[in-house]
């Protein structure tokens, strides 16, 4: 390389290793060229498998009609996301929960992912940020690229990182730090332990942020999973949060749109200068969702498109309920799979997560994830998720219980 190596942005060389579900292909890329005839079954990354609900398919179709006469076609959409999809995101998310909230404080965007990796460039790099340990790796990643967090310690934790242990000895429940800090990323139902937070913690995670000026940045992506009112569904059905959180939600997991694309962002207005700076962000560096998936996302959200969506989800939750059986009558011990579709498997004690992935995939032939590639505190532990194909999930608890 010609270009001078210490004008590259340093955060990424504090990086650890690859993106975890890049790595993850890696090995089964690496794996299946060495046995191309074998059938593999993966549980690994969270990707769904039901095909889009009805009333999606022929929204989509109705909106490429559209696109196709000189009077109806779309070009650039509005920069928050259409009305019609903000209202109907309103009705569908919101009034169903008692929340009141306003389509202008609603930003449409292309996935949670990249929403939730995105914000932080609203901050200053002196923020400190708290975040989970295990943790869905994009809040971490994205503040390491930002120079948030430090370096990397032998403990497998950044220097300027605050962690939130998510283990099952405080029943996954961390209280809030206990030291100061601005930015608090919080993923309910979690990903990676497939439990979710009472009102109770988040209440505690709200008055937190009152008192010491933080923001929560609050990831509901899997709150279509949540079987249980005790678990909120939203952030802002606590008392407060309006001042204190924004949320993002996402269509990927509830309605089967991880190939179609879209999302939301919710910045209240009393967040002010964040929601204003938010708005001027998305309208300088990006350019918006297709019309056509705006739609198909509007019908995911009408009365029919719910009801449809809840038997994919009820689908999922079957899987899950299945591998929860598995897992249990083979002796092992696991947690979630409740109100999420991830399972999180504790291996048997002083198996390394990385090791049992490769032993797994050797001798049953299915991928999941290893723990450790969520945080050091996932040594031990194991990701199962439940959006696999019915059969697919049946077959993969045959292999455990008879090959493992
Ligand atoms: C996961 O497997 O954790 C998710 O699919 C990742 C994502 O939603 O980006």
């Known amino acids: ?237 606590i008392p407060g949060a309006r001042e204190v959180a924004v949320e993002f939600k996402s269509f990927s997991k509830t309605a089967g749109f991880t190939g179609m694309r879209c999302a939301f962002t919710v910045v209240p207005r009393e967040l002010g200068e964040i929601h204003d700076r938010w708005f001027r962000r998305c309208c300088t560096k990006f350019n918006g969702v297709s019309y056509v998936v705006q739609r198909a996302a509007e019908a995911a959200c009408s009365e029919t498109g719910r009801t449809e969506i809840q038997r994919d989800i009820a689908y999922y939750m079957g899987n899950a309920a299945i591998i929860a059986f598995g897992l249990r009558k083979s002796g092992y011990e696991f947690y979630g799979g409740e109100h999420a579709p991830y399972l999180w498997w504790r291996l048997p004690d002083g198996v390394n997560s990385f090791d049992f992935f490769d032993r797994l995939l050797t001798c049953c032939e299915i991928v999941g994830t290893p723990g450790s590639g969520f945080g050091p505190r996932g040594e031990g532990y194991f990701r199962l998720t439940a959006f696999g194909d019915r059969a697919d999930t049946e077959e993969a608890m045959r292999r455990i219980a008879e090959r493992l």
């Open 1 to 237: 390389m010609n270009f001078s190596k210490n004008k590259l942005n340093r955060g990424f060389a504090n990086l650890q290793g690859n993106y975890l579900f890049a790595e993850i292909a890696r090995r089964l890329d690496s794996y299946r060229e060495s046995h191309p005839d074998h059938k593999l079954i993966r549980l690994g990354i969270g990707d769904v498998t039901r095909p889009l609900a009805p009333s999606v398919i022929a929204a989509m179709h109705r909106a490429v009609d559209e696109m196709a006469g000189a009077r109806t076609f779309h070009g650039y959409g509005p920069e928050r996301g259409y009305e019609f999809l903000r209202e109907a995101i309103v009705r569908a998310e919101y009034e169903t929960r008692g929340v009141s909230m306003s389509p202008d404080e609603i930003f449409v965007s292309d996935g949670s992912k990249c929403d939730v990796a995105n914000f932080q460039e609203l901050f200053s790099s002196s923020c400190r940020v708290a975040l989970g340990d295990p943790v869905y790796p994009v809040y971490l990643d994205s503040n390491v690229m930002a120079n948030r967090s430090g370096k990397l310690q032998n403990n497998g934790h950044y220097e300027r990182v605050a962690y939130l242990p998510f283990t099952a000895e405080n029943s996954f429940a961390p209280p809030p730090p206990s030291e100061k800090v601005d930015l608090i990323y919080l993923c309910s139902p979690n990903n990676p332990t497939g439990t979710a937070l009472d009102r109770e913690t988040l209440s505690e995670y709200v008055a937190y942020a009152h008192r010491n000026h933080a923001l929560i940045l609050f990831d509901s992506a899997y709150s279509a999973y949540i079987r249980d009112p005790k678990y909120p569904g939203s952030i802002y059905e």
